[in-house]
Each structure stands twice: as C-alpha cells, then as structure tokens.
C-alpha cells in the first residue's frame, strides 16, 4: 500500500502514542489544570484588591455577602435623610439635600441596585424641604415631605404612575392652618390603590407644657389621586412624635414616642378597616427608661415593633410582635446592647423572614449594622457590622427587601460631607470580578489549545522525518 505523507504521519502517531504518549497528555494536562488554579486564585486577590478603600471609588470592607458601599449622592452641600422602598428589582430612594436651602431629590435602579439614574430634583422648586418618605406599589411611586412655603410646615405629596420617569403636580394634603405638620411616614397597600400617610401636627400646642403635639392621618383609595381629609389619631396632653406606618391587606399599624406619662413610652394603635377607624392606644412598652424611636412591620397576623431604650446613657434595641394582628402581645426581647448609640431601628419583614438595621456607637464613630430572623422573629441572628468609615458617622439607615435582595440606605461623612450611600445582599456579580477570574481562565484555555496545536505539529514533523528515515 502507497504511505501518502497523511497515513504516514498517522502511522507514525500512533506508534509514538503506543510508546508512551498518554504519558505526555496526562502531563500536559496536569499542567495546564495548576496553570489555571494559579490564574484564578491570582484574579480572586486582585478582584478582592479592587474593592478595597479608596476615596476615589467610596468603597470599603463589607461583610461576607454584602456589596460595596455605593455612594448615591454628589451635591456640593449637605444630603441626608435617605428613605428606599422597592418593587421586584426596582429600587426607589429619595432624600433631602441642603442645596439651595432644602430640597428633595430622587434616583432609582431597575436592576437590583446595580446601577443607578442620575439623581434629580423632583416636585417644584421650595425652601427648606425635609423628611421625605417613599412607598412603591408596581409603577406607581409615592413620596412625601413637610417644608413651609405656606404659612408654616405642612404636609406635601408627589406621584409617579410610571417608575419614577414623570411625576404629577405636587399636593398638600395637611391643612394650611398655620400650624406645623411635619415628619410624614407613608405605606401603600399591596394593590396600590390603598395610600396611607400620618405625621405629627402642632395645632394643639397651646393645650399644654411641654407643648401638645398629636397625630393626624389622611388616606387614599385610589391610589393617591384624591384624598379624603385629615384625621385625628391621638388625644393625649404632652408629645406625641416620631410616628412609623405599615399596612398589610385591610389592617393598618400606627406606632409612636409619646410623652403622655411624662416620660418617652412607645405606643401602637390599628385600623381594621383601611382607615376609616381606629381601636385605642396601647402602651407597647412598660419601662420606667426613654424609650426612643420605634418602627412596625406587617406581614399576614404578626406584627413587629423594634425601638431603643436609653438605660444609664447606653442604649439597648428591643423587639415585640403580635401573632394575632395586634390583639395581643408577646414578651418584649433584647435584641442588641448596651451600647454607647444603638438607635433609629428600622424594619421590614417578607414572610417568616424579618431585617433590622440601625446606627451604632460601639466601634467609636457611628456605623451602620443589620440583624435577622428567619423564624418569623422568635429567634436573631448575630449583629453584623455593615460600614467601616473609619470613625466618621453613618446615620439614619432604612432597609427594604424583595426578590430575596436586601437594599439599605444611610448617609455619612466620610468624604468630609455628608453624602447617601446604598449597599445590599446578595453581592453584585461585578465586572471587576469577571475580568480578573473568568477572562484569565479563558486565555489560560486558549493559550493550553493553541500549544497543544503548535506542539502536535512539531510532532507530526518529526514523526514525518523518522518515518522517512526508516525507510
């Protein structure tokens, strides 16, 4: 039979993988693994380099899990006084910049807190904005604040019906009475339709010393399009203040500091029918201390309350539900403390799964940390540690969950101004990341492919010019 130079460079192979060849491929291939395990460990540091402090990048350590820290706002004057909501993987956040005297400004992501709109001043131009508040339901976006272009504080109201792309003319839905309202807190039921906002109003004043401060409500049942006029909550002498909402179906959960005893105590108060009335006050703590502000959480019957109790200059956070929509309640229990500043608590629950997240004084400065339950609050885990500013101060943090994502939002003063910042959990899957494992693996594999081709010609050649050599 005529050797073509193709059968006999086959031959030849197969002679020389009879000889010892497998040996050759097992070596090769043990060698391109380590090459590769050395690549990946190699881009896994420098991937973990690249998000290390930098005051260029505003990132800094986080716990396992946890993203970087994203720095939402870059006004030149103050931002603070963050508020999120979100709805899927869309993820509202709005608050208050010193700019121009005091004004509310907003930005959103639609991909899970990734990246993020080029924050903007939303409503009409006003002086001395504050405490803003979000709540979201699908497309339709919910904010309100209290500022005094009128001829005091009062209570104002904006809305999107399309994620936050255009927003509806402004409304006041306080009444121009002179009198300060201020410090809303608004929820949106899981239609959208249901909107419900309650703030602290000074109209009553003068009934006593300390001043007499009380609780107004107004709502909407089409999904904040009209409202239907305010409404008194509580009747007490001396402070009422610091009120937080939920909603959950037709239930609607009141909270608040009240100074009635004399004394800062947490009182809750219901609706069972959408708003329209409300059951009596009751006394969630029992405790001879301050107790501080407090948050509520809704979901299905049980109901969460989480707020600080100051006890010779420390504070603690303390935790209360009901199982029962409110009818009864459960033991009090410790979460976290003492501590030198444990306060400003805030919650959200999905199902069994309950997250706070507060400002805490114990490493120096002021930093940001988060707790969790997956047993429906019965039982916590350990107080993890969110920011590391280096002593600076991280106030004011509010959290919100969905698509088994956690977002929370703060400000602090690590640049030397205070600015909004947002991380949360799951961690991004970053380009950073992919860059320095995933690219370096694929040349390692193209690199191996290509020497094995270069390698297999050189052995045909040879192989060619031994055949030849026999014959």
């Known amino acids: 039979m005529l050797k073509t130079p193709i059968t006999r460079v086959l031959s030849a192979r197969m002679r020389g993988w009879e000889k010892g060849g497998s040996r050759s491929k097992s070596v090769s291939i043990v060698i391109a693994f380590l090459l590769m395990v050395v690549v990946v460990l190699g881009g896994t540091l420098l991937s973990d380099t690249n998000y290390s402090s930098s005051a260029y990048d505003h990132r800094t350590r986080s716990p396992e899990g946890w993203s970087e820290d994203v720095r939402i706002s870059y006004n030149i004057s103050t931002d603070a ?21 005091g004004q509310i400004f907003y930005t959103r992501s639609n991909n899970a807190g990734e990246t993020w709109d080029e924050p903007v001043m939303i409503g009409p131009f006003e002086y001395n904005c504050m405490n803003p508040d979000i709540a979201v339901s699908g497309d339709d976006v919910h904010v309100v604040w209290d500022n005094n272009n009128a001829s005091a504080r009062e209570i104002r109201y904006l809305q999107s019906v399309d994620g936050g792309d255009t927003w509806l003319p402004e ?40 001043p007499n401060y009380e609780l107004y409500y107004n709502r909407s049942h089409d999904g904040g399009l009209t409202w239907e006029g305010e409404m008194r909550l509580t009747n007490a002498l001396y402070r009422s203040g610091e009120p937080n909402i939920a909603v959950e179906g037709s239930s609607v959960h009141v909270v608040w500091m009240d100074e009635r005893a004399g004394k800062w105590d947490i009182y809750y108060k219901r609706s069972l029918d959408r708003g329209a009335t409300w059951g009596g006050d009751v006394i969630v703590s029992n405790n001879p201390n301050h107790e501080g502000p407090a948050d509520v959480a809704a979901y299905g019957d049980t109901i969460h309350v989480v707020w600080d109790r100051t006890v010779s200059g420390e504070d603690l956070i303390l935790h209360r539900m009901s199982t029962d929509n409110g009818e009864n309640w459960g033991e009090s229990q410790v979460l976290t403390g003492p501590s030198i500043s444990a306060v400003k608590p805030r919650l959200t629950v999905l199902d069994d799964e309950v997250h706070m997240v507060w400002f805490d004084g114990r490493d120096g400065g002021r930093e940001i940390y988060y707790k969790y339950s997956d047993s429906g609050g019965i039982s916590w885990g350990p107080d993890t540690r969110l920011t590391y500013t280096d002593n600076s101060y991280s106030f004011w943090p509010e959290i919100a969950v969905d698509n088994d994502k956690i977002h929370v939002t703060w400000y602090d003063d690590r640049d030397g101004i205070w600015e909004v910042y947002y991380k949360r959990n799951p961690d991004f899957i970053s380009v950073p990341e992919f860059g320095n494992v995933i690219l370096p693996v694929i040349s390692v594999v193209t690199i191996y492919v290509s ?17 030849y050599g026999e014959k």
């Open 451 to 467: 020497m094995i081709y270069i390698h297999r010609k050189r052995e045909d050649k040879i192989l060619v010019e031994r055949e």
């Open 171 to 210: 409304r006041m839905i306080s009444s121009n009475d002179g009198h300060n309202s201020q410090g809303p807190k608004i929820a949106v039921g899981e239609d959208g339709m249901d909107v419900h906002v309650v703030w602290v109003d000074w109209r009553h004043s003068s009934d006593s010393f300390p």
């Open 81 to 101: 006084y963050p508020s999120v909501d979100v709805y899927g993987d869309n993820v509202h956040i709005v608050w208050r910049s010193q700019w121009s005297g």
